[in-house]
């Protein structure tokens, strides 16, 4: 992508300052419906992983995201992003791939752990292996309309105020909050909910590093958001309460790691 087009997917410096009560406020008012037709319907006995039907609310942060940047900028704003969901930058592919690869590295490492502790045991996948590429396109396509709201329109304000370790435990917490009716719908106890929030708020803090290493690419979100749902659907047990608390507290220790290496890379 040539220096101009690159500079075309990010926005103007004066919204980068823009308050995010509105958002946060909208993103919820727009997920009620969501919520009371799950309270009213239950199909997490016919869904993937029980998604529940308020999973559908991920269409909520972009239509937020979208009001708001329409409101302030008009259409050429709107416009502008949601062609940030291809925003591919080649010189930055190397944290693509690690986009695509932690997530399923945790996993793997989760469920080596609870197999160590003899907590799992080999069993069927859950997802055929033929289908996991349709997952994938499934979850991406999902995580286009969310993290074109997290990552394109929240992200860079938060970070400019608090900081890549602040943005992300902020925009972690409110994420994690967001599911918290949908997780008690999927039938999951306060541990399992405990485990998958620790996780939450690592995960949003490696995504919120990440995006900044791939120059502000929602694309890199996306990619990690996407491949994080992958895991929960295609590897055995890992939706398991010991696994999401493993895999919770290991992803904690890589936010920290990336987290530790962003301050030590900036005092250098």
Known sequence: MTDTARRATIPPAEAKHRSLVPFFVLVSVLAIPFWVAAAMVDVTDRTPIGLPLSALMFVCPVIAAGILTYRHGGRPELVRLLKRVVDYFDERRGWYLFAIVVTPAIALMS?????????????????????????????????????????????????????????????????????????????????????????????????????????????????????????????????????????GVLTAIVAAAVTLRARSHRRG
């Open 111 to 247: 469920y080596g752990v609870a197999w160590l502790m003899g907590l799992v045991h080999y069993s069927k996948l859950p997802t055929p292996l033929a289908a996991v590429p349709v997952v994938f396109l499934a979850f991406l396509l999902a995580a286009a309309f969310e993290e074109l709201g997290w990552a394109g329109y929240a992200t860079d304000p938060l970070r400019r105020r608090f900081g890549v370790l602040g943005a992300g435990l902020i925009l972690g917490a409110f994420w994690g909050a967001w599911h918290l009716l949908p997780l008690i719908q999927a039938h999951h106890g306060p541990l399992w909910i405990m485990g998958w929030f620790v996780g939450t708020l690592g995960l949003r803090t490696i995504v919120v590093w990440l995006f900044y290493k791939t120059g502000k690419s929602v694309l890199s979100a996306m990619l990690i958001h996407a491949m994080a749902n992958v895991c929960a659907a295609a590897i055995p047990d890992y939706t398991m309460t010991h696994s999401v608390l493993i895999s």
